[in-house]
Each structure stands twice: as structure tokens, then as C-alpha cells.
């Protein structure tokens, strides 16, 4: 097994991100290293920034950043950090809720049954698909055993010896 070196790793791990986003494919064509190897080093590699889980100090830097920013201005701004915009939208929207008061406690029971509501509707459709899949599995070898089973129309229709058709 080769073992590469931290720094060459982190060069490449920093192809792999914004801006350049260079593909896997490629770089494994440019440094010979395999595919699977680069695929091992960017999962856990992935920057903070790309599986959005910022530091909550960071996130309300990046909102306060943008806030007199144009949509433009923006954009790339965005693709400077490696954002999406649609992510700013959220934080800036929890930014603004953080000093909401908080809900009551009648509130909060009626968010906890319907969540409980919304779990026991979900448990409820996946046992429904189950059994809806099980009956069309049924009826497909219900078919299948039917066509097994029943003579073909050429012996059935034949005539018999009083001219009449079988069947």
C-alpha cells in the first residue's frame, strides 16, 4: 500500500474544492494516484463550508458579510467561499429568529404531536407499500400459475368428435 504525504494530500484535497473543484477523474489522470484513493481522501476531507456544518460564529460572520451585498456581489461571493446563496438565506433567517421568544408550552405539545403524527403517518404508508408490494408479487404468480396450468387454446378449442368446441 503507498502512503502519500500530508502535503502532497492536502494540495490535492484543495484542487478538489472551491474554486478549482477539480474532478476526480482528472487529477487521478494528472498525479497517477487511483480514483478510489482521491474518493477515500475527499469524503472525510470535505470542507466545513461544503457540508454546510460552519461553526455558528462563522455562519453569522458569513451573514453579516453579506448583508449589504447585491445579488451580484453575491454570487461571487458565493463561489469565492464556496457557498450557495441559498444557504446564506437560511442562516441569515435563523440569525434573524434567534431572539424570537420562544414558543409555549402549549405550542411546543402541538409540534410534538404532530411530529408524532407525521411519524406514525410515515410508519403507516411504508407498511401500506409492503402489503401493496406483497399483492402485486401475489397477483404476478397467481398469473404465472394460471398460464402453467391452463391448456393451451390449441388442445382446448380443437374440436371433439360431436363437433362441438371444448372450453
Given at each position: 500500500?503507498?502512503?502519500?504525504?500530508?502535503?502532497?494530500?492536502?494540495?490535492?484535497?484543495?484542487?478538489?474544492?472551491?474554486?478549482?473543484?477539480?474532478?476526480?477523474?482528472?487529477?487521478?489522470?494528472?498525479?497517477?494516484?487511483?480514483?478510489?484513493?482521491?474518493?477515500?481522501?475527499?469524503?472525510?476531507?470535505?470542507?466545513?463550508?461544503?457540508?454546510?456544518?460552519?461553526?455558528?460564529?462563522?455562519?453569522?460572520?458569513?451573514?453579516?458579510?453579506t448583508a449589504s451585498l447585491n445579488e451580484l456581489d453575491l454570487g461571487e461571493y458565493c463561489?469565492?467561499?464556496?457557498?450557495?446563496?441559498?444557504?446564506?438565506?437560511?442562516?441569515?433567517?435563523?440569525?434573524?429568529?434567534?431572539?424570537?421568544?420562544?414558543?409555549?408550552?402549549?405550542?411546543?405539545?402541538?409540534?410534538?404531536?404532530?411530529?408524532?403524527?407525521?411519524?406514525?403517518?410515515?410508519?403507516?404508508?411504508?407498511?401500506?407499500?409492503?402489503?401493496?408490494?406483497?399483492?402485486?408479487?401475489?397477483?404476478?404468480?397467481?398469473?404465472?400459475?394460471?398460464?402453467?396450468?391452463?391448456?393451451?387454446?390449441?388442445?382446448?378449442?380443437?374440436?371433439?368428435?360431436?363437433?362441438?368446441?371444448?372450453?
Amino acid at each position: 500500500m503507498t502512503t502519500y504525504s500530508n502535503e502532497l494530500k492536502d494540495s490535492i484535497m484543495a484542487k478538489m474544492l472551491p474554486p478549482s473543484n477539480a474532478g476526480v477523474a482528472q487529477l487521478a489522470a494528472e498525479t497517477g494516484i487511483p480514483r478510489d484513493t482521491l474518493y477515500g481522501w475527499r469524503r472525510p476531507g470535505a470542507s466545513a463550508i461544503a457540508l454546510g456544518t460552519l461553526p455558528s460564529e462563522e455562519k453569522f460572520a458569513v451573514v453579516v458579510e453579506t448583508a449589504s451585498l447585491n445579488e451580484l456581489d453575491l454570487g461571487e461571493y458565493c463561489r469565492r467561499k464556496g457557498l450557495f446563496s441559498e444557504q446564506i438565506s437560511a442562516w441569515r433567517e435563523t440569525c434573524e429568529q434567534a431572539n424570537a421568544p420562544l414558543a409555549s408550552k402549549a405550542e411546543r405539545a402541538e409540534r410534538r404531536a404532530e411530529r408524532a403524527e407525521i411519524v406514525r403517518l410515515g410508519r403507516e404508508l411504508q407498511r401500506k407499500d409492503r402489503a401493496l408490494a406483497e399483492a402485486a408479487a401475489l397477483l404476478v404468480l397467481q398469473k404465472k400459475i394460471r398460464a402453467i396450468t391452463r391448456p393451451t387454446c390449441a388442445k382446448a378449442c380443437a374440436p371433439t368428435r360431436a363437433g362441438t368446441v371444448r372450453g
